[in-house]
């Protein structure tokens, strides 16, 4: 059963646009994971996200937590092609501890 | 270079043979960890080790087996490779359980 949600799936855009992607539960988490996979390497973090609420800014990637520790989102302003690549989020389940993943957003940033 | 390491690369196996994938960090972390990663199955843990010592079944444990060697090094053996074993694996390590990864670049495994 897959209890983190990512949305869309597939995201093409052209450089310059801005863009939001999401990470969805109906479970609450302590803490929640970006990272992002480029074709043929292993995923990066990006950020870790742990307060209800919280935003946190890294360059032109803002990363916000739901005030419910439910859900998480990633919003690129101005992309650009080296952001391209699939965007996974990762929660720790408050309920078990236990890590558990998005399927991942693919991004595709054209120039 | 700081991180994980993984060996080998690549690896095409015939159905029934045996290997090990090595996995070392140098970032002196407690946890690591093993994942495959099957288009539209996303990353699915194998096993992990919250620190040396330790191992623990993950998600998808069958056909595999770990060893924490020491805090650097946990290596992934498939005993008798089956064409469903055919993946991309990742070996990740991390300061916490569960905390944030550093991952490795990866193993593309084909058993044949």
């Known amino acids: 059963t897959q209890l983190l949600e990512q949305s869309p799936q597939f995201l093409s855009i052209q450089e310059g646009e801005n863009l939001t992607v999401y990470c969805n539960s109906s479970?609450?988490?302590?803490?929640l994971q970006w990272y992002r996979q480029e074709p043929g390497e292993g995923p990066v973090l990006l950020v870790t996200?742990?307060?209800g609420g919280e935003v946190k800014k890294l360059k032109r990637l803002t990363f916000q937590f739901g005030d419910a520790r439910k859900d998480s989102s990633l919003h690129i302003t101005a992309a650009q092609p080296g952001d391209t690549g699939l965007y996974l989020c990762?929660?720790?389940?408050?309920?078990?501890?236990?890590?558990?993943w998005g399927l991942g957003t693919s991004l595709a940033v054209n120039p | 270079n700081a991180g994980v390491t993984q060996t080998p690369k690549f690896q095409v196996l015939k159905t029934g043979q045996s290997m090990t994938l090595q996995c070392a960090q140098d970032?002196?972390?407690?946890?690591m960890y093993w994942y495959r990663q099957d288009p539209g199955m996303g990353l699915r843990l194998i096993y992990y080790?919250?620190?040396?010592?330790?191992?623990d079944k993950g998600e998808v444990p069958n056909g595999y087996n770990v060893s924490r060697l020491n805090k650097r090094e946990f290596s992934l053996r498939l005993e008798s490779a089956a064409p469903s074993q055919t993946s991309v694996y990742f070996c990740?390590?991390?300061?916490?359980?569960?905390?944030?990864?550093?991952f490795g670049s990866g193993t593309r495994l084909t058993v044949v």
């Open positions: 990762a929660g720790v389940l408050w309920l078990n501890r236990k890590l558990i």
């Open positions: 996200v742990v307060t």
């Open positions: 990740a390590s991390s300061e916490a359980v569960f905390g944030g990864y550093t």
């Open positions: 080790s919250a620190s040396e010592g330790t191992t």
């Open positions: 479970s609450v988490f302590s803490s």
């Open positions: 970032m002196n972390h407690n946890s």
